[in-house]
């Protein structure tokens, strides 16, 4: 097992990373000293294979835990879906002393995480993630909310774990396409920060493809260790930590404008990222063999780089990115690469070469 911390004075939890871990949860929540009951928080798919084995943990532990379902997919991140979810929550009694488990993707994530940020002003929450692309990243570093009909991720709070909990075993089940997408976030690790880890990735891609057990721990844990250097310089978002946000512009817009669910989170960053590669080159300068690796190993690792879009689609893509989280004053700001290892964020990119790129 890998443990990774995240350094934020009396809010710093550990991630841990290693296979057969979720039995050990109701042990890992008692060592945390919180409330007798507490509610598990999953999806329709994941709550079939992995919901038993957490509240057997939990109970086992002492605890007294409930199961609230949710439909699986992205069109449950929205508000209406949160309020079923508070309903449940007062009716079986659950005080500021209980805690939530976030199990499952990054919707359940992100869901749970803002349910337990905001009933009774906020109550303690630990993360489970079962996908690759919640464990390497939507999982750390506190980031909870849901999506609006206009945008993504528009209502949300900043709210941090106790601890992540990250089993490798839950990828045993973990449908091929939802464990690809992932892989978009691991290769923007490598583009953001460490030229060395995007080199691993080129080199060990076919461990990786056939879910190498080790391989996958030392890539998890090492996109968690930057995640967690990243988040612990700047926990919300007001400088540093927007570089996590690579490719996630033209992304996020994609996923908003095309309907949530037609593409899975990664599969539309990765399409993000080329375009923005392509961005880096005309803004700062970004060697055309960079671009190259970028596209490359995301289109070897299974993802899409591009997308086709007619007049009006292109018009309903424009209008999501300014919709972004990340404007300001009326602009788009970009997250661009001056070369593999090394981003700036806060770039603006004439209206011209946006149009380019995409």
């Known amino acids: 097992m890998r443990i990774v911390q995240v350094s934020l004075g009396n809010r710093s939890y550990a991630i841990k990373v290693g296979g057969g871990l979720l039995p050990h949860l109701g042990a890992e929540c008692a060592q945390l000293k919180l409330g007798h009951r507490c509610a598990v928080i999953t999806d329709s798919n994941v709550g079939k294979r992995f919901a038993k084995a957490a509240l057997k943990s939990l109970s086992a532990s002492g605890f007294e835990p409930v199961l609230i379902t949710i439909p699986a997919g992205e069109k449950s991140k929205r508000i209406a879906v949160v309020e079923k979810c508070y309903d449940q929550l007062a009716e079986h009694r659950l005080e500021r002393k209980s805690f939530i488990v976030a199990l499952g993707g990054g919707v359940v994530g992100d869901l749970a995480g803002f349910v337990a940020a905001t009933y009774l002003r906020g109550i303690p929450f630990v993360q489970v993630p079962t996908t690759l692309l919640a464990q390497v990243d939507s999982s750390v570093g506190g980031k909870t909310g849901v999506n609006l009909k206009s945008g993504k991720n528009l209502v949300g709070a900043f709210y941090q774990p106790r601890l992540v909990l990250c089993d490798l075993d839950t990828f045993k089940t973990l449908p091929k396409r939802e464990y690809i ?104 300068g970004l060697p055309s063999g960079d671009i190259g690796r970028i596209e490359s190993l995301l289109r070897r690792s299974g993802l899409p780089v591009k997308i086709k879009l007619n007049p009006t689609q292109r018009k309903k893509l424009f209008d999501a990115m300014k919709l972004d989280k990340k404007v300001s004053g009326g602009e788009v700001k970009f997250v661009l690469a001056e070369k593999i290892g090394r981003v700036k964020f806060g770039c603006q990119v004439p209206a011209e070469l946006l149009a380019e790129a995409v």
């Open 181 to 284: 997408s992932g892989l978009a976030e691991v290769v923007k690790y490598g583009i953001i920060y460490d030229a060395v880890l995007f080199a691993q990735l080129e080199r060990n891609l076919a461990k990786l493809l056939r879910r190498d057990r080790l391989t996958l721990r030392d890539v998890v844990a090492r996109c968690c260790e930057i995640k967690a250097e990243v988040v612990g310089q700047d926990e919300t978002e007001s400088g540093l930590r927007a570089i996590l946000n690579f490719g996630h512009t033209i992304g996020h817009a994609i996923e908003n404008s095309s309907g949530y669910g037609k593409f899975l989170h990664g599969e539309a960053i990765s399409i993000g990222q080329v375009a923005a590669a392509k961005l880096s080159q005309k803004v700062l």
